[in-house]
């Protein structure tokens, strides 16, 4: 079969043979790529119009107790500068996100055993007191059944967890041992048994990645059907193991927001900051290619540097403010429209 007769078999079926995803993942000639883009977002608008949601990041915490291999704020890193966000930091957050127009947050942080249960349910509660139509998403990490339960009870709404890969093998290459695909995996199913909308996802081009092993993170996104899935490029951090590994590329990225476009029509998919730290017009590329959701930065820009997960990040001093107005800019560009919605998943 042709390159656009997989194409077309992958919008038409969600299914593609081994042979099938090889010769895809491969194709590098423009008409190709223009057509696998062309029809992620034809599929995106006929869901979500030219509506782009936007999702508030505080970035609250970089201390971790875990070890991953390619993250900047690993428990090893001496050269990360640790930081805490007090309660009162974070709530003025989303007090400013909220005038901003923003009607989601994303609480993200290394995984932090000062913030007990106790803490983390209390801010959550005090997040929807304040304002009880905003969307709280967490992305905190992996934690037990009942914590994540408390959590909901609290009243968050989401929860990302990234699979990171869907393969045991390069799991084990890109974390330490007390750290298992198995316990991930079971973290998801169990935020989505529990009733939180769940996102997953992975790095595109992280260490030793292979063809397929994407083909197994396509398969398992497929079968998951995350309601989001957060997907960009591997960016090497330099005080890590992995600094002098190369970034995954911006071609690939995109290539794969289409076909996930396509696998999961209704994915909440952004395009990440990654993407536009990798290349200035990744994140504009991305809403082209099928992405429908941009994350920009609620943290105070004091901290802001020293979230490092990967060097390079973008939008280190602009006040968040600042950052909305130049987001929109780059949304119209591409041809969207930031909308002041909590931006629920279709069957949420
Ligand atoms: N502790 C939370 C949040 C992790 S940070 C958790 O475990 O889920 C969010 C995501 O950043 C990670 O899931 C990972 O996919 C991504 N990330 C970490 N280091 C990165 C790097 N060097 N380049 C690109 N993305 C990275």
Redesign the pocket.
């Known amino acids: 079969m042709n390159l656009v007769g997989i194409i077309d078999k992958l919008k038409n079926t969600r299914e593609l043979s081994d042979d099938e995803w090889e010769a895809l993942l491969a194709a590098e000639d423009e008409d190709t790529l223009s057509y696998l883009s062309s029809c992620a977002r034809e599929v995106r608008e006929s869901i979500y119009g030219k509506a782009v949601y936007i999702r508030g990041l505080i970035e609250f915490t970089n201390y971790?107790k875990?070890g991953?291999y390619?993250?900047?704020i690993n428990r090893s890193n001496k050269n990360c500068d640790r930081y805490r966000l007090t309660d009162e930091q974070i709530l003025a957050c989303v007090r400013e996100g909220y005038d901003l127009g923003f009607r989601t947050v994303v609480l993200?942080?290394?995984?932090d055993p000062y913030y007990t249960d106790e803490k983390i349910v209390s801010l959550v509660r005090a997040i929807k007191e304040m304002h009880p139509d905003i969307a709280v998403t967490l992305?905190?990490?992996?934690k037990s059944e009942e914590s994540y339960r408390a959590y909901f009870e609290a009243g968050a709404d989401r929860f990302?967890?990234?699979h990171?890969t869907a393969t045991e093998e390069h799991y084990a290459k890109l974390h330490p041992s007390d750290l298992s695909l198995s316990n991930r995996m079971n973290c998801l199913r169990t935020l989505r048994r529990i009733g939180y909308q769940v996102g997953c996802?992975?790095?595109v081009g992280s260490p030793f990645q292979t063809t397929k092993n994407i083909i197994a993170d396509l398969r398992f996104i497929k079968e998951f059907h995350p309601d989001m899935c957060?997907i960009?490029?591997?960016?090497?951090?330099k005080d890590?193991i992995?600094k002098d590994e190369p970034a995954g590329t911006v071609q690939m990225t995109l290539k794969l927001l289409s076909i996930i476009r396509l696998l999961v029509p209704d994915v909440l998919l952004p395009a990440t900051t990654?993407l536009g730290t990798v290349d200035p017009l990744g994140r504009e590329k991305g809403l082209k290619a099928g992405a429908n959701v941009v994350m920009p930065n609620l943290s105070p820009v004091v901290v802001r540097s020293k979230y490092a997960?990967?060097d390079g990040k973008i939008c280190l001093d602009s006040e968040s403010a600042e950052c909305i107005h130049c987001l929109s800019a780059r949304v119209a560009s591409a041809g969207y429209e930031i909308v002041v919605d909590r931006g629920d998943h279709k069957n949420a």
């Open positions: 971790c875990n991953c390619y993250c900047g993200q942080g290394g995984e992305s905190i990490g992996e990302l967890l990234r990171e996802g992975f790095m957060g960009g490029p591997f960016i090497p951090q890590t992995f990654a997960l990967y």
